[in-house]
């Protein structure tokens, strides 16, 4: 079940879902700026179904990111398996064409969200992180957004390049299951207030109750490129170094508030 839908012509809403416990925000409405849904306009490239043409390019370095089938028909995106530790390591990542309208603030308002789906089909090394989506590097003075799943664990970070927020999902020893799908979102749902929810993609049902933390980020303004699956493409890396994500990924999406008409 995504977040991010599309409702008219480039539009999206997120679906505000009911929450045991005391009320949290709802994920704002907003525009779609970025959607790969598993479909490939050629080999080595992955289409953008958002409308706005920022279709993927696949870097490999003895590696490979495959469309496949599912058992619906329906495609996902496949990255190299198991895991590497002592290079030469399969390497494969995805760079969107543009990155300037995934540059998430304009104007202070800092409400955005982006998600993905995201299937482990092989235990995570111990020794290894591994990213998902992101834009922008860790560093003083860089901004970045992020979605990791280090050692099997969900977690999404924002920086504006002075400080940051870094919110894990569930208990430390929460790990995703082998095999199950799971779709996994990062909110900021105020220029202050930061969100994580892992649902069950089958059922769309939570699988943890959201995490939340506040943090008094300025705007984030990241620069560079935009990568899925991994850092970077580098031969005398391994895995420890580039962050290489290993399994299926799906229905990675970006979008934020519009600008300046809702309120």
Known sequence: ??????????????????????????????????????????????????????????????????????????????????SCTLAPCPQAIIQPAGSITLVPDDGGEGRFVFGADIRLTEPPSPAAGMNVFQFGAAGAGLSQWKMQVDYGRPSCRWSDGTRFVLLPAGPENFQLALGRWYRVTCVRLSPVLFQIRVHDRETGRQVLPPAQQTGPLDDILPSGAVVIGGKRIRAAQSDVDTDQFHGDLDTLEFGRRQLPSDT
């Open 1 to 82: 079940m995504n977040l991010l839908r599309s409702a008219t012509s480039g539009a999206v809403a997120v679906l505000v879902l009911a929450l045991a416990g005391p009320a949290t925000a709802a994920p704002p409405m907003g525009t779609l700026e970025l959607r790969y849904a598993g479909d490939l306009v050629t080999a080595t490239q992955v289409a953008d179904s958002s409308g706005n043409g920022l279709h993927g390019s696949i870097l490999t370095g003895g590696g490979a990111v495959t469309s496949v089938a599912g058992p619906g028909g329906d495609p996902f995106l496949r990255f190299p398996g198991g």
